[in-house]
Each structure stands twice: as structure tokens, then as C-alpha cells.
């Protein structure tokens, strides 16, 4: 079973899929798929037979059609087609392997019994990445495919890398929840598609009570403890793949529920706070009790939606927030949606002094 400091919050609303990633590519097999398109059910056989004893995973088709099926069902690093097949030759299957949205590169290599140089030259025009000649040596055919397995997983290999660095970009790596700039990229999203269908959002801004006196008085390593935990429990307390969790400050969570209205993100809350108050958190310094305060702000209505910026329902849910430290902590104190507003510059400093 895994620790509190080991679970991450991935829950992320549906948008750029560059940032929100946030899903990574899983990791490809020892072995490499080659699709192998003949018409000529004896040369088929013998490059497959080929293939498998080099220790490719081999999948077959008679012609370009068959193989774009094939490809839809099972997504293969290398396609080896003949150029001259009935329907869809193996110039017509370049381009359309060219024209799809592929999870990965495919490396298309020709093979046929052209061999002069505008033969050449027009498969590599049509997207073809390499060129043998039917009747190559065994030697040479295997040589050109462990090529194009070699460019495949470079290929995979950097896809992966870059999408790590997206979601390292945009996620908190000490809690796994997600960080300030996603908050502010994607609230605004959440904002808008509430108002595409007129239905209600609720943010709770999470401070935990007292941090620095865990910092201070049991060490960092327990005050990270105490935030993974927290990040922890709070995913347990929401929907998954529907509401999220953004670590903004030292000991300050943003968590965003889309659809959720005022009554609805109060439950919520609540059930936050009475689980982390119920339930002392396990620490290097021994176990912790552990309380939040929550403001709360949501939007419910088609006006409300209408007039609110993601900015006001931030400063609003901060505004109850530090209402909740005023009255003593450990407690939820929610906004009603007519009150989403700019805090006034008095606000600001009477929160500023509220720690």
C-alpha cells in the first residue's frame, strides 16, 4: 500500500494536452512491431518468417486498406509494404500513414523491384523513410529495419522525455498536486466552459493552521510530510478526473471544483476539514494533528458567471479564507455568490496582517 507521501493528485481538467499531460506514454515493449504488406502471400511468409526468428513481433496485411485497419487495432514502430498492390499501393499507404494523427513515429520502409532514381525519389516523396530492392540479401533487409527501430525509440524516447517536462512544469513536485501556473492557466478555462453551459463552480482556499510552528518545532522534513499528506487526503476528499488540487503557496491549496455549487463546495470543505482534524498525520517527528482553514467563493448563476473573473472568485475565496483564521481556524466560511468581488485595498491589508 502506498504512503500518503507517495499518492499524487493527477486530476486535471480536459485541456491543452501539452500541459495537462499529463497522462505518460507507457513504455514500449523489448520488442518492435513490424507490419508486413504484400499481396503475395508467399513473400509474407518468408518475411515474417524473417522477422520473427530477428525477434520483431510480425502482423500481416494483404493490402494498403488492411493495413491501415491493422494499424487502428494495433499501433506498430515499423510498417515494410510493397510498392505495387491492387487498391491502395504502397505510395498511396505512405501518404495516408503520412496524413494520420499517430501516437508515435511509424518508419515506413518501401520494398519493391523498382530501382531507378525517380522510383526512388517519388516513395521517399510520398513519406517513405527507407528503400530495399525485392531479392536483397536477408543481411540487408534486417539491417535497414533495426535502423528504423532504432530511429522509432529515439523517437519515443524524446516524446517521453518532453512530456515529463511538461507536467514537471506544471505540477508541485514535493505534493504532486498541481502548481500556481496551472491554477492560473486553467482556472480561467474552468471559468469559461461554466459559462458555455451555465453551470456552477466553486474554488476552496486551503491554508493549513499554524505551519510555521511545525517547521519550527519538528523540522522541514515533517512540516513536507505534513503537505504531502495533506495534498493526500484532499484528493481522497473530490472527484477524481473532475475536480483538482493546485499547491499555491508554502502551505496554501487552491482546490477547484467545476460543476459544484455553493452548497455543494461546502460539503466539501467540510469533509476536508473533519478529515484532516479527525486523523493525526504520521511524521518523522511522530504523529501530527493537523487543522486547515477554508473560504470558500462560487459562482451559481447564469449573472453570476457572467459578470465574475477567475481573478475576483481567487481574491473571494481568499477573502473568507483568512475570515476563517480571524474566527480561530479549523473552521469553513463561504462566500455567497453575490459577493464575488475585488477585495478593496482595506481588505488586502486587513488580510495581509492575518497570519
Not at 67 to 72: G, I, S
Not at 198 to 222: E, M, V, Y
Not at 249 to 272: D, I, K, M, N
Amino acid at each position: 500500500m502506498q504512503s500518503e507521501s507517495q499518492l499524487a493528485i493527477q486530476n486535471t481538467p480536459t485541456q491543452d494536452p501539452d500541459d495537462s499531460a499529463i497522462t505518460l506514454l507507457s513504455d514500449p515493449t523489448q520488442r518492435c512491431r513490424v507490419l508486413l504488406v504484400d499481396d503475395d502471400e508467399t513473400v509474407r511468409m518468408q518475411l515474417a518468417a524473417l522477422l520473427q526468428m530477428a525477434g520483431y513481433d510480425v502482423y500481416t496485411a494483404e493490402s494498403g486498406e488492411e493495413a491501415l485497419r491493422v494499424l487502428d487495432k494495433t499501433p506498430c514502430q515499423i510498417v515494410l509494404t510493397d510498392w505495387q498492390m491492387p487498391d491502395m499501393d504502397g505510395l498511396a499507404l505512405c501518404r495516408n500513414l503520412r496524413l494520420r494523427d499517430n501516437t508515435g513515429y511509424i518508419y515506413v520502409l518501401m520494398l519493391t523491384v523498382r530501382s531507378s532514381r525517380r522510383d526512388v525519389l517519388a516513395g521517399l516523396t510520398a513519406g517513405a523513410d527507407d528503400y530495399v530492392i525485392k531479392g536483397a540479401a536477408a543481411e540487408e533487409i534486417l539491417a535497414r529495419l533495426h535502423v528504423g527501430r532504432r530511429i522509432t525509440h529515439l523517437e519515443y524516447s524524446l516524446r517521453r522525455s518532453n512530456l515529463e517536462n511538461r507536467q514537471m512544469s506544471v505540477t508541485d513536485p514535493l505534493t504532486g498536486a498541481r502548481n500556481r501556473r496551472y491554477l492560473m492557466k486553467y482556472l480561467p478555462c474552468e471559468l469559461e466552459r461554466s459559462r458555455r453551459y451555465t453551470h456552477p463552480l466553486a474554488i476552496l482556499s486551503c491554508d493549513i493552521d499554524h505551519f510555521k510552528r511545525i517547521n519550527d518545532g519538528f523540522g522541514h522534513d515533517a512540516g513536507d510530510e505534513v503537505l504531502q499528506a495533506v495534498a493526500s487526503r484532499a484528493g481522497l476528499c473530490i472527484r477524481q478526473a473532475v475536480d483538482w488540487i493546485a499547491r499555491v503557496g508554502g502551505e496554501e491549496f487552491v482546490v477547484v471544483l467545476p460543476e459544484t455549487s455553493l452548497t455543494g463546495g461546502c460539503r466539501v470543505a467540510q469533509r476536508l476539514r473533519e478529515t484532516l482534524a479527525a486523523n493525526p498525520i504520521a511524521t518523522c517527528a511522530g504523529p501530527l494533528v493537523v487543522t486547515v482553514s477554508i473560504g470558500i467563493a462560487a459562482l451559481d448563476t447564469a449573472a453570476d458567471l457572467k459578470t465574475a473573473s477567475a481573478t475576483q472568485l481567487l481574491s473571494t475565496a481568499d477573502r473568507y479564507l483568512y475570515e476563517s483564521k480571524r474566527l480561530g481556524r479549523d473552521r469553513v466560511t463561504a462566500a455567497p455568490a453575490a459577493h464575488v468581488v475585488s477585495p478593496t485595498p482595506a481588505t488586502r491589508k486587513a488580510n495581509n496582517e492575518v497570519h
